[in-house]
């Protein structure tokens, strides 16, 4: 059994438990994008996702000396976000 606790500041947001191994592993196929993935989704340049990240708006949940990666639900709702805007 695998634990995993997503913490937001010092407070348990969400905790999910993994029965084995590749059911973490589907998990993190499904749900975590690198920064080349999250380039896709949102249509923007490299530039803008690393302006995205510098300003907060964006937090990767690991980063790389050449790569980020992010939950995928935050790309989508970042995303949706962009979209709003540019309809009103």
Request: aromatic share 6%; charged share 35%; proline share 2%.
């Amino acid at each position: 059994m695998v634990r995993f606790k997503y913490l937001e500041g010092d407070t348990v947001a969400e905790e999910i438990t993994f029965k084995s191994r590749d059911e973490l592993t589907a998990y993190i196929v499904n749900e975590v994008v690198n920064t080349t993935e999250a380039l896709e989704i949102l249509g923007c340049s490299r530039q803008n996702l690393n302006d995205l990240v510098k300003r907060g708006v964006l937090t990767p949940i690991k980063e790389l000396p050449r790569d980020r990666l992010f939950y995928k639900a935050d790309v989508l709702k970042r995303k949706e976000q962009a979209e709003q805007r540019k309809k009103q």
